[in-house]
Nanobody, 131 residues
Framework: QVQLAESGGGSVQAGGSVNISCVAS????????MAWFRQAPGREREGVAA????????YYTKSSNGRFTISHDNAKNTVHLRIDALDTEDTAMYIC????????????????????????WGQGTQVTVSS
């Protein structure tokens, strides 16, 4: 059973950047698709970015608009997400997720994120952007 623990959220000013991280534990198999979702109050959970940890392939949703960068540190079993040019609309709980091996839902280079595809979830880290 994969356990996920996020860190690095907080309060940031609009226009700035934030880095958040997710450590995966409880597995010796490094073949995972790890992803970031976010959920704001009253809104549905939406995908942001995903990475196939054993290949390094990265995937983004259309709404990511080039402001999100996902990366993976294999030695530390950690996935990072950097968000640039923060807007108040980015205020949300950012939640890490994992599924075995393959990042599904990728068509034409775009990731069509589906929360139901992921079996493991972290508790989330809050990012609050103020103007």
């Amino acid at each position: 059973q994969v356990q996920l623990a996020e860190s690095g959220g907080g309060s940031v000013q609009a226009g700035g950047s934030v880095n958040i991280s997710c450590v995966a534990s409880g597995t010796t198999d490094n073949r995972l698709c790890m992803a970031w979702f976010r959920q704001a109050p009253g809104r549905e959970r939406e995908g942001v970015a995903a990475i196939a940890t054993h290949r390094g392939n990265t995937y983004y949703t259309k709404s990511s608009n080039g402001r999100f960068t996902i990366s993976h540190d294999n030695a530390k079993n950690t996935v990072h997400l950097r968000i640039d040019a923060l807007d108040t609309e980015d205020t949300a709980m950012y939640i890490c997720a994992a599924r075995p091996i393959t990042c599904t839902g990728v068509y034409g280079g775009v990731w069509y994120a589906a929360p139901a595809d992921f079996r493991n979830w972290g508790q989330g880290t809050q990012v609050t952007v103020s103007s």
